[in-house]
């Protein structure tokens, strides 16, 4: 059921999706933004969280982001929108050489996932609220610049 | 809305600040507590929490006594917590249930039962850790099994509960 362009990559994540934390999360980020609205690809049986926005980076006129959490605390945060554009923040493990932990960043415009493009995440903050508070900001960030420029930066370029 | 990083400001650090500033240390210990599912100490939790040991401590006790985690003793006398499961499971039941009538339950409970039972057949295996441990089973499989179950079994208390619940009112009503 994952809508994930890399479908072997997420393999990695461990443990059940935990429901509880996908609503935990979306109450976290709708509460903080208004264009956002959340619902569960199931109901009942959810393996992802869907927050749908109403406008997206530059010209792109809508984005989502997905959200898979599990009981075990890893996750994949995914952007996708309008203009196919994607990019992943990571936690789990991975067999890249690089970064050595488990937080990693798959970079726009197609989330990739070859060796050389993921990165080091730069949400390094782990628990659920303050990683969805860290998502947000960093949407809001490229929403309102209207790029994806430092989207994974952990500190802007001067 | 909150605002945003100002520019080179760490955007790890901004949301740890905005967290500490919005909420309250009670607030935090709980949203923590809501899903740690392994025993962890106060001062581990304290630091989760960005609270101090003494008034994490403080916070897991009310906690406990109202059920939403559990104490448990751990070496050198010391206590550690997670979250209550009977409290989670509750918490799940009763979100299901604010949404969800019961035909619809009864209905989707059938299918997650049909669905363990095809991954049994698939690994012969009773259950997915029984599958990991005897073959060589593909991980994002199990995991899927291991959503499935969890969720069936939360689907099975929300329907147990609305039945006593209806079984109750109409007890009242006699």
Known sequence: MSSHDSASESHALRGPTDRGALLDFRDVFTEMEPLAEGELDDFLEPSTLHIHLSDGVGAAESARLDVIWTTLHDYNVHYTDGLDRNLRWDVHPHDYPAPPDDGHFHPQPDAATDPESVETSCITVTELPLVARAAHALWRRVYEQESFDGVNAVVNPP | ?174
Do not use: C
């Open chain 2, 1 to 174: 809305m909150p605002e945003l990083p100002p520019d080179g400001e760490d955007v790890n650090d901004h949301v740890v600040d905005e967290w500490v500033e919005e909420t309250t240390p009670f607030e935090r210990v709980r949203s923590v507590m809501k899903r740690t599912y392994e025993p962890e100490s106060a001062p581990t939790i304290a630091e989760r929490a960005r609270t101090t040991p003494t008034t994490a401590r403080t916070h897991l006790r009310q906690l406990a006594e109202s059920g939403f985690v559990d104490e448990l003793p751990a070496s050198g006398g010391t206590t550690v917590y997670e979250r209550s499961s009977e409290s989670l499971v509750l918490e799940q039941a009763h979100d299901i249930l604010d949404t969800v009538d019961t035909e619809r339950l009864i209905d989707r409970i059938g299918k997650m039962r049909e669905e363990i039972r095809a991954y049994r057949e698939k690994f012969d295996a009773d259950s997915p850790e029984d599958a990991a441990i005897r073959r060589d089973a593909d991980s994002e499989t199990l995991r899927e099994w291991q959503t499935t179950r969890r969720n069936l079994d939360v689907a099975k208390a929300a329907l147990a509960l609305s039945q006593a619940e209806e079984t109750v009112q109409r007890t009242k009503a006699v």
